[in-house]
């Protein structure tokens, strides 16, 4: 049996392996990081299970502008992490820094609110909910 600190750890992980699969565009990968069932709901429109949310995230990424110049990387910070047996919430807040024509820039920023379950030896989000609340008008439709 894992202890508390490995669930945490594990869940930190998940989170790590959300942004560098939606920076990465690897968006069947983000999707997959949710229960078939599983919800995703951005300032954009919300998805429930991951074909729907692997459509919807493809969807708002086809709306940014492409190319390294437009690069953008999600940072998370700030987790608060609550287990109760097989299932957890979790707070944090998330920043996006992109480049622009004028140099890198905060674009975006916000806080995240996660329900995670354990599921065998993973852990995978049941709800995700973005609260974007600081947003540059470089691109209204940046992901979060």
């Not at 508390?4 to 939606?22: G, H, M, N, P, T």
């Not at 707070?91 to 599921?119: C, F, R, T």
């Amino acid at each position: 049996m894992a202890s508390l600190l490995e669930e945490k750890d594990a869940i930190r992980e998940v989170l790590s392996e959300y942004c560098f699969a939606l920076d990465g565009g690897h968006f069947a990968a983000m999707a997959a990081l949710f229960t078939e069932d599983g919800t995703w709901s951005t300032a954009f429109g919300a998805a429930t299970g991951r074909p729907a949310i692997e459509a919807l995230v493809r969807k708002l990424h086809s709306r940014r502008p492409a190319g390294p110049e437009h690069r953008g990387v999600h940072l998370v910070s700030n987790l608060v992490i609550k287990i109760d047996g097989d299932t957890a919430r979790v707070l944090s807040n998330w920043v996006v820094a992109q480049n622009s024509p004028s140099g890198p820039i905060v674009s975006a920023a916000g806080g995240y609110e996660d329900h995670l379950v354990k599921m065998g030896e993973s852990w995978l989000f049941r709800s995700r909910v973005i609260d974007r609340f600081i947003a540059a008008d470089l691109h209204p439709e940046a992901l979060t």
